[in-house]
């Protein structure tokens, strides 16, 4: 593969900027550049810093050099990497340097795209680097590293051996049945049900790996008026949703998000649901239906002051997410023991309520068991779409056993990326930036 380089560190002044290069040769085409006085009589040894000088035709910096041995580096290739002074000009005329002297511009995520072309990492353990550069609140860390550290295909792979091992013994059964021994309807079907078991279990994690991976969502719904927009304010902790005494002010859903104590909570202010003949607020009504279907948690806000009651069947209304009644304006009227007392006014009991909201995500501890990541999730989804035809066409026809059974190890290959198309592979690492 070609030499690649590229700027590592963000565009703009600052203490240091990266300029990295990757593949064989790399190494000789920065010594062209790069001089120390300890190298003068010296091989220049593998992971050590060298403080020295970068020329240019024109320019010069002084930087710090280190050469990375292929193949015990990030991309598998011999990798050398200058520090310098992190001014744009002169991080950009060293790239611009390299680039006249045999070094390619890298693509975006070309480095990590290497590193996995090269094996040393799985495309999900890529994925894990994305996201943890991309992280936005501390479970989206977490989340991240550990699928980084190949917690998923840790997961994926003795499932998909004990697939392979099915698939092996299937097809010499049907290449040579005189020299199998045992009866074909014997000897796996409990191996393809532990199968099923074990992508069932995965998928199980799926609801809450979403919510550590992309935040909780959370639909405030009530009447007008009632105090959805003050308790998203006071969530929020500053006025961002409009707060009016005139029922049906919040027309639109409003998408706002929140970290509270490391996780992400992404809020939907609603329309109050009831009827309307304004059309606007119609649609903000549909759009409150909308959020109740799609929020894991629906606070069903209650006018404590009027002592309101719900009247609304959420479920009903397709809500999946679990509901929690909060009775609001205690400041002004008693508080229900049936239900979670709060006033967005004086912020009594906003946190006990953030609590109850962020517990959804669970413990730490599972972040590492969970499938965060939709392409996973989809995977794992269609491998179990693919086992249950196994186990529903069991003993119909060995051959559509055999295709399920394949499809089946497809997927759940796709996410290490062993049999990834291009196509979702492109798509991942033109998500990273250039130099990464
Ligand atoms: P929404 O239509 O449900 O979004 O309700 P708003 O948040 O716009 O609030 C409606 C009215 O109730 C406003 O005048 C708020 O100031 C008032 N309000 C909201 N929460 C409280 C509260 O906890 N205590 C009191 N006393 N008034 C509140």
């Given at each position: 593969m070609s030499i690649i380089a590229g700027i590592s560190t963000p565009i703009g002044n600052g203490a240091i900027s990266i300029v990295r290069m990757s593949g064989e040769g790399a190494l000789e085409v920065a010594l062209r550049f790069f001089t120390c006085k300890k190298l003068r009589n010296q091989e220049i040894m593998p992971n050590y810093m060298y403080l020295g000088t970068f020329s240019g035709s024109n320019f010069k910096d002084k930087c710090l050099f280190v050469y990375f041995k292929a193949p015990k580096t990030y991309t598998g290739e011999d990798l050398v990497e200058f520090h310098l002074h992190g001014g744009v000009t002169v991080t950009q005329k060293v790239l611009h340097t390299l680039l006249e002297n045999g070094a390619k511009m890298s693509g975006n995520g070309e480095f990590t795209r290497r590193a996995f072309l090269n094996g040393k990492i799985s495309l999900d353990e890529a994925e894990g680097v994305l996201g943890l550069i991309n992280a936005e609140s501390e479970t989206e860390i977490s989340a991240s590293f550990s699928v980084m550290q190949g917690n998923v295909s840790k997961r994926i792979r003795p499932i998909a051996d004990k697939l392979l091992s099915v698939i092996s013994m299937l097809e010499a059964w049907f290449d040579y049945p005189e020299e199998m021994?045992?009866?074909?309807?014997?000897?796996?079907f409990p191996t393809i049900r532990d199968i099923q078991s074990n992508l069932e279990k995965l998928l199980a994690t799926a609801n809450q790996g979403r919510m550590v991976r992309n935040g909780v969502s959370v639909a405030l719904v009530g009447k007008?008026?009632?105090?959805k927009s003050s308790i998203l304010n006071a969530f929020l902790r500053e006025e961002r949703a409009i707060v009016t005494?005139?029922?049906?002010?919040?027309r639109d859903t409003i998408a706002e998000s929140v970290i509270y104590k490391g996780v992400r909570i992404n809020l939907l202010d609603t329309a109050g649901i009831r009827k309307s003949n304004d059309i606007v607020e119609q649609k903000g009504i549909e759009r409150s239906i909308n959020a109740v279907k799609k929020a894991d948690i629906i606070l069903y806000i209650l006018d404590g002051a009027l002592g309101e009651e719900p009247t609304l069947d959420l479920v009903k209304e397709g809500a999946r997410g679990k509901i929690y009644y909060v009775n609001n304006k205690i400041d002004k009227g008693n508080s229900n023991p049936n239900y979670i007392n709060v006033s967005a006014?004086?912020?009594?009991?906003i946190d006990e309520l953030l609590e109850l909201i962020i517990k959804?995500?669970?413990?730490?501890?599972?972040y590492g068991e969970m499938l965060t990541i939709d392409r996973h999730i989809d995977a794992v989804a269609n491998a179990l779409k693919s086992i249950n035809n196994v186990l529903n066409n069991m003993g119909v026809s060995y051959d559509c056993m055999l295709v399920d059974l394949k499809d089946a190890l497809q997927s759940l290959l796709e996410i290490d990326g062993g049999t990834a198309s291009e196509k979702i592979i492109d798509d991942i690492f033109s998500r990273f930036c250039v130099g990464k």
């Open positions: 021994e045992d009866d074909i309807n014997t000897d796996f007008p008026n009632v105090g005494d005139i029922p049906g002010t919040t006014l004086t912020k009594e009991g959804e995500v669970g413990n730490k501890r599972m």
